[in-house]
């Protein structure tokens, strides 16, 4: 599985979305930087550095992230983060591996793999904007799924961060992984007792996409985790309101010292 790495200190293993790749996290860099954290970004089975294989699931994704972090890691303790379909991935991560995770973070995570289950707000947008429609040229109708503040920063960061993950990724494979694309049990389910490392749970007021209700359906299981839904805000959050994203994970990431104190040493 590739990785791209950066930083040191204590391992911060990210996880991406679904058809991207590493890269659409790129922009979370410098809330990183000079925090103690070598962050370990992976591309996952079917994205652009990492053969699908015949991983044909879900599970087999979630499974193989497992292996991979063992291999790397070994039993070094290290905390995980995830956006979207990653999110998914790391809750699985997080609870199988709980003994050496510090914690753990979800951005616009998928809680209901199902989206005919997921409890959604109306497709809403709140600003959009002419000036990016020559910039994005034919990537416009792509970016248009999701945004819901058009911007020219926005469109950009699409351009630079998310669209090369786009045309990078099997298209095969990940029609394989979507038609089998719940895990064989929610993390909070098959592990049912709570989850008491500092966590963090971004949601998005405007996220058609994977909503976020369904997220703060599992707050009782998470009694250290800050929920926020931000308004002006759908599945580009990353973009859309970096400003806050970054200062949430900020913050987790100062939550998090004592147990890196009490756990492991940084470099």
């Known amino acids: 599985m590739f990785a791209y790495e950066t930083g040191s200190g204590t391992p911060l293993v990210l996880l991406h979305g679904f058809g991207l790749d590493h890269r659409s996290l790129l922009p979370l860099e410098p809330t990183f930087t000079g925090s103690g954290w070598r962050r370990v970004y992976l591309d996952l089975p079917g994205a652009t550095g990492t053969p699908a ?22 039993d070094e303790p290290f905390a995980v983060l995830g956006c979207s379909f990653g999110a998914m991935i790391a809750r699985h991560v997080a609870h199988e591996l709980r003994p050496q995770v510090l914690g753990l973070a979800t951005l616009v995570g998928v809680f209901v793999a199902r989206r005919s289950e997921r409890t959604l707000p109306p497709r809403t947008v709140l600003r959009t904007d002419p000036e990016i429609e020559p910039l994005l040229g034919a990537s416009i109708g792509l970016y248009r799924e999701d945004a819901v503040v058009e911007s020219t920063d926005d469109a950009e ?111």
């Open 157 to 267: 960061t699409f351009l630079k961060y998310l669209l090369p993950g786009i045309d990078g990724a099997d298209q095969e494979a990940l029609a394989r992984i979507a038609h089998d694309y719940t895990l064989d049990r929610e993390p909070e389910d098959a592990h049912p007792e709570p989850f008491t490392q500092p966590a963090l749970h971004v949601t998005g007021r405007q996220d058609d996409v994977v909503g976020y209700a369904d997220a703060w359906r599992r707050v009782e299981h998470y009694p250290r985790a800050s929920f926020a839904t931000l308004d002006a805000a759908g599945h580009n959050l990353v973009s859309e309101q970096g400003g806050l994203c970054s200062a949430l994970i900020a913050d987790w990431l100062r939550r998090m010292r004592g147990h890196v104190s009490s756990s492991c040493r940084t470099t």
């Open 53 to 74: 294989g015949d991983v044909t699931s879900s599970q087999q994704v979630a499974d193989a992230v497992v292996d991979e972090i063992r291999a790397r890691l070994g």
